[in-house]
């Protein structure tokens, strides 16, 4: 979940069986959804623009996404990408992957542009 994108519009689909979490930025995606055959999609215009985390978190407290089909959905997807999100900040943190470093820009009189 390396993404820095965020989405206004968010919810849940069933493919073949599997509930997931989906993110879009308009509620026109649920016809896109249906005709590549998901089923029970539910989309939710959230009213702003967050990330995919925050939207997550968000689609929690919505009415629409109390049963426990959504409910087990979200909160799987949470805690799959915070374990994902602390893994990686722990591993900056020890030194075991090292953030990039910053490219210093040289000018060079004699080179033609």
């Known amino acids: 979940m390396a993404t820095d994108k965020l989405f206004s519009v968010a919810g849940i689909s ?7 979490v989906r993110f879009a930025n ?7 959804l ?6 029970d999609v539910r989309l939710a215009d959230l009213e702003g623009s967050f990330t995919k985390l925050e939207c997550a978190k968000r689609l ?4 629409e996404f109390s049963d426990a089909i959504a409910q087990a959905t979200i909160t ?12 990686i900040e722990k ?6 992957v ?8 040289t000018e060079d009189e004699n080179t033609s542009f």
């Open 14 to 20: 069933n493919l073949n069986g599997t509930y997931k």
């Open 26 to 32: 308009d509620t026109m995606r649920t016809k896109v």
């Open 34 to 39: 249906m005709k590549s055959g998901h089923e």
């Open 60 to 63: 929690l407290t919505l009415e």
């Open 76 to 87: 799987e997807y949470i805690e799959d990408n915070s374990t994902l999100l602390k893994t």
């Open 91 to 96: 591993a900056v943190k020890s030194g075991a």
């Open 98 to 105: 090292k953030a990039p470093r910053a490219v210093k820009a």
